[in-house]
């Protein structure tokens, strides 16, 4: 019995461990979308989303602390019905700040790219501003 609740608090901490070391990095990701629905890249023949609604993220307590200014890169792929997924950093400034872009951007709303006037998915880069006045 001694030996089956010492091995249980083992494989407890072991997953704790791995949970702490491998989940922190993909905290401020999102888990990408399996659809099958073909992503463009802008460019010829396809006209380029405009957003609806963009609301700016608000700014991390921890980082307006420590006075942490930036610009957040974020890869995305804008559905053909206008929405946001599969959310990215591409340059990073803060964890805290990294997470605040992507929770913002995912609420993003777009009137969707165009391909021979049907609405298609399509890759897209954005830059989120940090800036303390």
Request: aromatic share 8%; net charge positive.
């Amino acid at each position: 019995m001694r030996d089956t609740r010492s091995l249980v608090r083992f494989l407890v901490m072991v997953a704790a461990a791995i949970a702490f070391f491998f989940g922190s990095a993909l905290l401020a990701q999102n888990e990408p979308d399996t659809t099958a629905e073909p992503i463009y890249e802008m460019g010829s023949g396809i006209t380029s989303p405009k957003s609806v609604y963009a609301p700016n993220p608000s700014y991390d307590e921890k980082a307006r602390k420590k006075k942490i200014n930036g610009v957040v890169i974020l890869a995305m792929v804008i559905t053909a019905q206008g929405k946001v997924r599969d959310v990215k950093v591409i340059k990073s400034v803060d964890e805290g700040l990294d997470k605040q872009a992507v929770a913002t951007v995912s609420t993003w709303r777009f009137e969707p790219a165009t391909k021979d006037g049907k609405p298609v998915a399509v890759h897209l880069k954005t830059e989120v501003n940090f800036r303390l006045y």
